[in-house]
């Protein structure tokens, strides 16, 4: 059963920061793609950050140069750290990867107030 479950959303000020992570309960962690979503009231959910088994990374271009994805393969963990927040940056954000079918986290609400 594959189980991911986020964490370190919050309330926080324009411009400040925030880490959230994302446990991970699958076999063979350290191959598997994983990614970050987020989802606005009244928006699709879009695809923010990737990070594959080689450590590549992909953003969205609306985060690039703030927001960083890392693994941590020892402890089946993945995180995304939110820098210089924006209050468009507000969203629930989800954990997800694809292994046969896609998985999704419970979500996390970041706030960011302007």
């Known amino acids: 059963q594959v189980q991911l479950v986020e964490s370190g959303g919050g309330l926080v000020q324009a411009g400040g920061s925030l880490r959230l992570s994302c446990a991970a309960s699958?076999?063979?962690?350290?191959?598997?793609?994983m990614d970050w979503y987020r989802q606005a009231p009244g928006k699709q959910r879009e695809l923010v950050a990737t990070?594959?088994?080689?450590?590549?990374?992909n953003y969205l271009d609306s985060v690039k140069g703030r927001f960083t994805i890392s693994r941590d393969n020892a402890k089946n963990m993945v995180y995304l750290q939110m820098n210089s927040l924006k209050p468009e940056d507000t969203a629930v954000y989800y954990c997800?990867?694809?292994?046969?079918?896609?998985?999704w986290g419970q979500g996390t609400q970041v706030t960011v107030s302007s």
């Open positions: 997800h990867l694809t292994w046969v079918r896609d998985y």
């Open positions: 699958i076999s063979f962690f350290s191959i598997r793609t």
């Open positions: 990070i594959r088994n080689d450590g590549s990374t």
